[in-house]
T-cell receptor, first 120, second 112 residues
């Protein structure tokens, strides 16, 4: 089946630094990728939707200047948390939608394993 | 507003029991509905995907049903096992949208 990877799986950084998280679709082309945030014992909150080659669409209340999203190719999207603060500590999950897999079009979202960010 | 709700938030049952998890959504105009499992500190594992035109899907001991008119879906787990302990999330893709709207999840504990 379709596989989505995230790197790194875990990152610890100092307050004020920037952190980049990568999301890759390994065996299919993803026309659209999504970034979610999950607080402990809470559900997933959609942060933004990114389409290859265009600007991301952010959900209400998400700071676009703080959470920079780039979807430079059909297999890679990146989320950069700029000037990170302890309140940015969270579990970040990406998903990928659509594109061709094994010659067929897939219209299902496939999720990455998540990245645990801890800001000290 | 399009919302997804899961009740109960937590459920604890003895091993071997059959159980049902509930998911409701506010708008019947859906594209599909998906059930996921999430283990602590881990990502999501897709369990079942039901398209709008389908009434149910089955995989092993799991059966998911969909009733669009009433805005409900259920996930039935037969002969529960301790390894089924996890948080189960329901997510809906509404018509005209690409994103998924998640419920708050049900934290399931199966006691040996």
């Amino acid at each position: 089946g379709a596989v989505v990877s995230q790197h790194p799986s875990r990152v610890i950084c100092k307050s004020g630094t920037s952190v980049k998280i990568e999301c890759r679709s390994l065996d299919f082309q993803a026309t659209t990728m999504f970034w979610y945030r999950q607080f402990p014992k809470k559900s997933l909150m959609l942060m933004a939707t990114s389409n290859e080659g265009s600007k991301a669409t952010y959900e209400q209340g998400v700071e676009k200047d703080k959470f920079l999203i780039n979807h430079a190719s059909l297999t890679l999207s990146t989320l950069t948390v700029t000037s990170a603060h302890p309140e940015d500590s969270s579990f970040y999950i990406c998903s990928a939608l659509g594109g061709l897999a094994g010659g067929s079009y897939t219209d299902t979202q496939y999720f990455g394993p998540g990245t645990r960010l801890t800001v000290l | 507003k399009q919302e997804v709700t899961q009740i109960p938030a937590a459920l604890s049952v003895p091993e071997g029991e059959n159980l049902v998890l509930n998911c409701s959504f506010t708008d019947s105009a859906i594209y599909n509905l998906q059930w996921f499992r999430q283990d602590p500190g881990k990502g999501l594992t897709s369990l079942l995907l039901i398209q709008s035109s389908q009434r149910e899907q089955t995989s092993g001991r799991l059966n998911a049903s969909l009733d669009k008119s009433s805005g409900r879906s259920t996930l039935y787990i037969a002969a529960s096992q301790p390894g089924d302990s996890a948080t189960y999330l329901c997510a809906v893709r509404f018509l005209g949208a690409q994103k998924l709207v998640f419920g708050q999840g049900t934290r399931l504990t199966i006691n040996p």
